[in-house]
Nanobody, 120 residues
Framework: VQVAQSGGGLVQPGGSLRLSCAAS????????MGWYRQTPGKKRELVAT???????NYAESVKGRFTISRDNAKKSVYLQMNNLKPEDTSVYYC???????????????WGQGSQVTVSS
């Protein structure tokens, strides 16, 4: 099982970016998917999560600006980030809770990380 993400980059304050993430491999089911972020010297923090049924949860700091969505058929999750602020600068990580055909229960998988820099 692999989780690969794309997107990110440099944007001016007030701008927008979109992150994408797709799971692949011997997957039986993808449960909750989400996005987290981490800046140097700080703990990784939750940005947003979405269940397989579409229920979403957001960090207070991004509510109203970020939108998480998923495509179950593509085993993918997306993060649309609007009205970006300098404090959103961080490395963003995709997370997926996955059950594969060889394992009882589920395991957490992480993407490789994407740098998002908000600066003028």
């Amino acid at each position: 099982v692999q989780v690969a993400q794309s997107g990110g980059g440099l944007v001016q304050p007030g701008g927008s970016l979109r992150l994408s993430c797709a799971a692949s491999g011997n997957i039986y089911r993808v449960h909750t998917m989400g996005w987290y972020r981490q800046t140097p010297g700080k703990k990784r923090e939750l940005v947003a999560t979405i269940t397989s049924g579409g229920r979403t949860n957001y960090a207070e700091s991004v509510k109203g600006r970020f939108t998480i969505s998923r495509d179950n058929a593509k085993k993918s999750v997306y993060l649309q980030m609007n009205n970006l602020k300098p404090e959103d600068t961080s490395v963003y990580y995709c997370n997926a809770d996955i059950t594969d055909y060889n394992t009882d229960g589920s395991l957490d998988y992480w993407g490789q990380g994407s740098q998002v820099t908000v600066s003028s």
